[in-house]
């Protein structure tokens, strides 16, 4: 069974910084394309960056230049670092795979940029 865990989430003031991760089991990341989604309060989820199984990144145009999505085989995870926040990345983030698990999503980590 596929689990996926966010963390890393928390407050930070607009121009900081964060580091998501998403700890997998039942998978092994390096063989399986990752997306990092988002979804703020009254908005649909979507997608934020993504990184194929070749590393092959792509990103959401508002967050590009930004957001860097990496992944460490070695710990099977998968992260999200954020770079000059701003009010509007507050969102819950999520990882899943791609195409989506359903049965994958997690609980998501809490952003919060604000002063």
């Known amino acids: 069974q596929v689990r996926l865990v966010e963390s890393g989430g928390g407050l930070v003031q607009p121009g900081g910084s964060l580091r998501l991760s998403c700890a997998a089991s039942?998978?092994?990341?390096?063989?399986?394309?990752m997306d990092w989604y988002r979804q703020a309060p009254g908005k649909q989820r979507e997608l934020v960056a993504s990184?194929?199984?070749?590393?092959?990144?792509d990103y959401a145009d508002s967050v590009k230049g930004r957001f860097i999505i990496s992944r460490d085989s070695t710990k099977n995870t998968v992260y999200l670092q954020m770079n000059s926040l701003k009010p509007e990345d507050t969102a819950v983030y999520y990882c899943n795979t791609r195409p989506n698990l359903d049965s994958a999503w997690g609980q998501g980590t809490q952003v919060t940029v604000s002063s």
């Open positions: 990184i194929t199984s070749g590393g092959n990144t």
């Open positions: 039942g998978l092994i990341i390096r063989f399986v394309p």
